[in-house]
């Protein structure tokens, strides 16, 4: 999509060069018709003093007195011509037309007309044509100029002006590219904190920006706290009532335990109570879960050091050696809580299936890749499918209630992410992959 900007500067350009076309036409034509009425009007005086210059008499009939006529007149092809017609039909030709013809058009006595046409040589003339009377004679004089340097001059002129224009269009658009840079930095400021908020790195935008975005602003403000205050009022909530069910449901196992049932009864009721137990702490878990919502950052090197040592106590009778391989430095733009449940079930779940290690890597490319490994038996290719499913237990002698890898699936799945198993190269054991999408990286 085009950027702002761009169509801006666009836009005002066309119009610019739309209103630079108009005016240049514009004083094009004024120039050319104050050209004309200028060579018409020095025609009508080379008419008077060709008038002044015209003897008319009964004895030497009519003549011109050759010393009052212009010398440009008499050089051939000049550009500049005269033609009297008188009624008998006798005409008086400036010598500069040397054979040259030219057409008298019919005029009333008193009228005249200006006009252009074709000239010898294939020149452009402004003709001048009247009809007159003087010493009883009636007669047409025609006076012509050729245009050619007329028309040079303006040529000249458009192209100046046609130069000037541009540059004026280039340095308007130049100007307004500035001015438009420089209005768009409040929101380049406004972009900045957005990425930020995204990142975790603020909890609102502190640049309000123009006043034509301000509104959105503060919308987007009030949507955060608004996220915010939900994601914290539903944890707190789903704390509660995990608090809740579990004394009711720890009444109701005992209870069950002192009743006079038979074993296989008892145990039947027993079970499906750890299966709801079980499907309580799933969902409990996985509502908690941010998701994409805006939390606080995970920070790997501050608070992956903290899981793994918490996750040894856990262990402790194993004797494990849970390291981590790399660990990206700073932020990361995803909820600290979501990481540290997706690691803690992760890890959780490799040191009881690990023998002596488990490994876990975290960096950065254009996802964020989590690894886990452990020197455990594995899992065969054919039945790891099986391991994001709710309950799903692989081995019965290893105690949990198998919802440690479905909580993860349900992560990944929130975060539109990737999750994967193979063999690890260096333990042997079980490894798992997780990819997840990040828009920005802190």
């Known amino acids: 999509m085009i950027s702002l900007e761009r169509r801006f500067v666009i836009g005002l350009a066309g119009v610019l060069l739309i209103v630079f076309l108009l005016l240049l036409w514009g004083s094009v034509a004024a120039v050319r018709s104050l050209s004309e009425a200028y060579v018409a009007t020095r025609l009508g005086h080379d008419a008077e003093a060709l008038l002044a210059a015209l003897s008319v008499s009964p004895q030497d009939g009519h003549r011109l007195r050759q010393g009052r006529i212009t010398p440009i007149y008499r050089q051939p092809l000049s550009g500049h011509y005269y033609l009297m017609q008188f009624a008998d039909g006798s005409r008086i030709r400036s010598r500069s037309l040397w054979d040259e013809p030219l057409d008298m058009p019919r ?14 040589g294939g020149q452009r003339l402004l003709y001048r044509v009247g009809a007159y009377q003087k010493g009883g004679q009636v007669f047409s004089l025609l006076v012509a100029e050729d245009m050619a340097a007329v028309d040079a001059d303006i040529g000249r002129f458009q192209m100046i002006a046609l130069g000037v224009m541009a540059a004026a269009l280039l340095l308007i658009v130049v100007i307004q590219r500035y001015v438009l840079r420089s209005g768009f930095r409040a929101l380049d400021r406004v972009r900045r904190e957005i990425r930020q908020v995204s990142a975790g790195r603020l909890d609102r935008l502190q640049t309000p920006g123009p006043l034509e975005v301000q509104p959105l602003t503060a919308e987007f403000n009030r949507l955060m706290e608004q996220v915010q205050r939900r994601l914290q009022r539903s944890r707190r909530s789903l704390g509660n009532l995990a608090h809740a069910l579990k004394g009711p449901l720890s009444i109701v196992m005992r209870d069950i335990d002192a009743l006079p049932l038979p074993k296989g009864q008892r145990n039947s009721l027993s079970g499906q109570l750890d299966r709801i137990n079980a499907l309580i702490q799933r969902e409990m878990k996985r509502a908690r879960l941010a ?3 805006t939390g606080r950052p995970f920070d790997p090197q501050q608070q992956v050091p903290e899981l793994l040592q918490a996750l040894g106590q856990i262990h402790r009778e194993k004797d ?24 803690g079930n992760l890890l959780d779940n490799a040191c009881k299936w690990a023998s002596q290690r488990v490994e876990l890597s975290i960096f950065v490319e254009t996802e964020l890749h989590i690894v886990v490994g452990d020197d455990g038996p594995g899992v065969p ?8 499913r709710r309950g799903a237990r692989l081995d019965e002698q290893v105690a949990g209630h198998g919802l440690g890898l479905a909580i993860v699936g349900d992560l990944v799945e929130d975060y539109r992410g990737h999750i994967s198993f193979g063999e690890s190269a260096s333990l042997h054991g079980l490894e798992v992959r997780v990819s997840l999408p990040l828009d920005s990286i802190a």
């Open 381 to 388: 290719e054919a039945r790891r499918n099986a391991l994001l």
């Open 320 to 343: 494990l050696q849970i390291s981590a391989l790399r660990l990206p430095t700073g932020g990361i733009p995803v909820d600290q809580e979501d990481m540290l449940e997706l690691l």
């Open 107 to 120: 005029l009333a006595r008193g009228q005249t007309v200006t006009y252009q046409g074709p000239g010898p």
């Open 291 to 293: 998701g994409d919502a």
